[in-house]
């Protein structure tokens, strides 16, 4: 059994290998038509990509949020969902990063023992927890039907419960709320990471909502609340109150010590040179134990199981017991807290700001890394690391021939034509041989 199985693994990764390969031999065909040399663009293209240090280190920068929105699409189509709404989600994550890298150790400086709580700074975050917790009561109220609603019923109530003690004490005891935010500041980075998770979570929750219990498409929901998000965030950036002064579209700078720690500091000295061009930071790490924790969950765990059951029959999944609306609702929280973290990686580690527009493809680019991943985290990390270095070679394209970058994007198209061709030119095959 554990022989087939190892040989179907080898297939696939055959398949996947043999398709992308092929991609690049029809791209260096229509380099050729266009009249160009194809040994030296794709000389320049692998060399953009991998040659030297400084470049494969941008090519893990760009590969770091694809590796992110690319779990987030995949883990949603294990369950049967196709959550299009990674970039919408990246976004929210991103811009809750950026606010609290930046809010938290200004407000942490400031002495709040005296100040009544009508009219403190601090004050609409604590009424905004109070809200964000009754509403989470209530829908833990609502009642829930098979094993793991059951399970978790009671851990979202006392979780609930805590939420509201601590947002009430937050709100009434001044010096308790200035302990918070000393303790927010000393610990800034792990609270951004979760706020961040958390409002990507929440940014998928009503299309999760809509899906269980009244059946509306997640494609048509997540695809709108991508447009909601963008425009919110395009319009939060021109306030007083989000916007940093100047002419550039972006929040104040997250403090420094709000900032992922570069990974030049933890390589050789001999590395710092090549390193310190880019800004590859924890993050990537931090992508990599996700993706881990992601396999562990899927195939390890009873609930990962109860979702794979959801995406492979729902009817069969329900019959035996497990709550589908459940699941669906879990596995959009969960995806949505994925693209998230996504973006709190690029404003805690890359740009440090929140800037308009860097979020442009992340969440799109992240579909096709699934998709060519098998939606396995093993394969999405290795897809977005293609793609990653993909992009990161068609800037040298651009800067060192006169061929158009735009051949990338036609690589990328074959990739994802080619893979998702794969399983019917095997079931193709399969046939003539019979």
Known sequence: MNGQRAAGVVAQVALQVSAVALAFVLGFVLVLIFGYDPFEVYSVLFNGALGGLENVAWSLQNTTPLIFTGLAVA????????????????????????????AVPRLAGQDLSGSPFWNATWYPVGAGVVLATLLALAWTAVPHRGRP????????????????????????IPRASGLFLWVG???????????????????????????SRLGVSEVITTIMFNFLATLLASYLLTTTAFKEPGA???????????????????APQSCHRD???????????LALVVAILVAYFLWRTTLGFEL??????????RAQGISVGGCVVLTMLLSGALAGLGGAEQVLGVH????????????????????????????????????????????????MTLFPRELILVLQALIIFLVASGPMLQEILLRRRR
């Open 248 to 266: 550039v579209p972006q929040t104040p700078a997250v403090a420094p010590r709000a900032q992922l720690a570069e990974l030049a500091r933890f």
């Open 275 to 285: 390193l310190d061009a880019t800004q590859l930071n924890t993050g990537f790490v």
């Open 308 to 317: 794979r059951a959801v995406g492979a029959n729902a009817e069969a999944a």
């Open 75 to 102: 883990l949603a189509f294990r369950a049967g969902l196709f959550n299009i709404g990674a970039e919408g989600q990246l976004v929210a994550g991103a811009f809750a990063a950026a606010v609290v890298g930046w």
């Open 352 to 399: 440090h700001h929140f800037v308009k527009d860097f979020w442009v493809g992340l969440g799109f680019t992240g579909i096709a890394v699934a998709l060519v991943g098998q939606n396995h985290p093993g394969g999405v990390v290795l897809a977005a690391i293609l793609f990653g270095a993909l992009q990161n070679g068609a800037v040298e394209i651009d800067m």
């Open 185 to 211: 500041d000393v610990a800034v980075v792990p609270l951004a990471l979760v706020a961040a998770a958390v409002a990507g979570a929440l940014w998928a929750l009503i299309p999760a909502l809509l899906r």
């Open 149 to 172: 609603a059951q399970r978790l019923a009671a851990v979202r109530r006392v979780a609930g419960v805590v939420a509201a003690l601590v947002a009430i004490l937050y709100l009434l």
